[in-house]
């Protein structure tokens, strides 16, 4: 069982920053596909980024390439978002998901039915 709580979010002003965590338990995140989603109002969740389990490759959707990076602190079993650049559109609860599975060549990952573990999700609010 691997159980994701993620912390950090908050009300940042646009052009601003911000950082959000993902704790796990129950498996180290550098032994599965760690990955973050956001959920804007009226909206369905959509993939964000992700960082593969071996390799520690990591993918970005189009709209946060350049702004967003996804790390993970493999001692601290957290994996983190950093939010750069961050403007109003980005503004959604953020969830943290596990995939377990492997997969072979380049492929990541990046559908929310491919993932088994979620997290609460934490709210970031971007204001114009």
């Known amino acids: 069982q691997v159980r994701l709580v993620e912390s950090g979010g908050g009300l940042v002003q646009a052009g601003g920053s911000l950082r959000i965590s993902c704790a796990a338990s129950?498996?180290?995140?550098?032994?599965?596909?760690m990955a973050w989603f956001r959920q804007a109002p009226g909206k369905e969740r959509e993939f964000v980024a992700v960082?593969?389990?071996?390799?520690?490759?990591?993918y970005y959707a189009d709209s946060v390439k350049d702004r967003f990076t996804i790390s993970r602190d493999n001692a601290a079993n957290t994996v983190y978002l950093q939010m750069n650049s961050l403007k109003p559109e980005d503004t959604a609860v953020y969830y943290c998901a596990a995939n377990t599975r492997r997969y072979i060549g380049n492929y990541y990952p990046h559908a929310t039915t491919e993932y088994g573990y979620w997290g609460q999700g934490t709210q970031v609010t971007v204001s114009s």
């Open positions: 129950g498996r180290t995140v550098d032994s599965a596909i």
């Open positions: 960082v593969m389990r071996s390799s520690g490759n990591t």
